[in-house]
């Protein structure tokens, strides 16, 4: 599965959620198929993208937010996995794309191409729903269960290794970080 | 019984109140016992207890762009563990934060483990161009707390309150 194609396939589902994602390709990549107000790219602090969705899912519980994670992000905030499983926002669904690797620095590999499997590290974090999916059709019915599940789902997708060409977009951080506040604020 | 204050706890507790904070995320330290269970018993607050500090950032950016003013209780040690995400969260994307830090390692320190982190504290918030001021009397706790949120809002960048052992701690 490409994580392009997971994404294009709930495009939809977007347009009244808040979205919150990681740097490099899932940022680009979503910024690809359309930048909407209600989408903040964390375009650097790894590992904090699952936090900033906490954040907002507890303080705006009539919004439902996603967040789009990676496996490198996760890795470098386990402990996050556990804060988020304490508090169980029933409005934030956490999709994790796993492609087993740090794409955007030369694709070197995490551990979860090393058995490590970030799914059954969420279940037993304590996350009420998880699910580890493998194609297309399983993302888009997976993910549409966590929209309507009214419970905290971490949703790990495993994707290809590959991703855009360029990782910079024309949108400056500033812009949509300023322009996701008044749009979360109205 | 812990000698930490808990008249000191509560008038920092009250002055966070009174900026209209209304999410505190924290990680247990001895000397922020007493806030923290006064944010746990607060029905009109929510408490966040981290894993590890760095989240805190991540939590307070996204309750700011939700409209919610937040702080953060941590030691100075939880400082060293969040250097990244203050620099590439809140000061890439100017968020403000209001940190309150717990400054172990100060003259008076008893535990020695707590005596490196003290020595590094004010340097590494210089560094780190976040200004910072001290809690050490209860007379100006209050506005302070207010002074450092209107600096922190009004320039979307983190500040600092050093919590003093002369304010929390109550044997000398």
């Known amino acids: ?186 | 019984m812990s000698p930490v204050s808990v008249a000191s706890s509560r008038i920092v507790y009250d002055a966070l109140k009174a900026c209209g904070i209304r999410l505190v995320s924290a990680l247990p330290e001895t000397w922020l016992v007493h806030l923290i269970r006064m944010a746990d018993d607060d029905p009109e607050m929510i408490l966040v207890r981290l894993a590890k500090e760095e989240e805190g950032v991540g939590i307070s950016a996204g309750a700011h762009l939700a409209g919610v003013k937040s702080a953060m209780l941590m030691q100075n040690h939880g400082l060293l563990a969040s250097i990244n995400g203050i620099v590439s969260c809140a000061q890439l994307y100017r968020i403000p934060l209001l940190m309150l830090i717990s400054y172990r390692g100060e003259f008076g320190e008893r535990d020695p483990w707590q005596t490196e982190g003290g020595g590094v504290t004010e340097d590494l918030l210089r560094a780190l161009r976040i200004p910072f001021s001290y809690l050490d009397n209860v007379s100006h706790v209050a506005p302070r707390i207010a002074k450092a949120q209107t600096l922190s809002l009004s320039s979307n960048k983190p500040v600092a309150l050093l919590l003093c052992r002369d304010l929390m701690w109550e044997d000398q």
Not at chain 1, 48 to 69: E, H, K, N
Not at chain 1, 106 to 130: M, N
Not at chain 1, 141 to 148: E, G, I, N, P, T
């Open chain 1, 1 to 186: 599965m490409l994580r392009i194609d997971a994404l294009r396939s709930v495009y939809d589902r977007l347009e009244n959620r808040v979205v919150v994602t990681i740097m490099g390709a899932v940022a680009a990549e979503l910024q690809s198929l359309g930048h909407r107000p209600n989408f903040f790219y964390l375009q650097h602090a790894m590992g904090l993208a699952s936090s900033m969705g906490l954040g907002i899912a507890l303080t705006r519980p009539d919004r439902q937010v996603v967040v789009f994670d990676g496996d490198g992000s996760v890795l470098m905030n386990l402990g996050g996995l556990t804060t988020l499983a304490r508090y169980k926002p029933k409005n934030l669904v956490h999709v994790v794309f796993d492609n087993e690797s740090l794409l955007s620095v030369g694709g070197f590999p995490t551990a979860t191409s090393t058995g490590s499997d970030l799914a059954a590290i969420a279940a037993a974090a304590g996350i009420p729903r998880t699910a580890a999916v493998r194609t297309i059709d399983e993302f888009t019915k997976a993910f549409d269960d966590a929209l309507s599940a009214g419970a905290l789902t971490t949703l790990v997708a495993k994707v290809d290794a590959v991703g855009p060409k360029q990782f910079v977009t024309d949108l400056a951080l500033l812009e949509n970080r300023f322009q996701f506040q008044r749009y979360l604020r109205s």
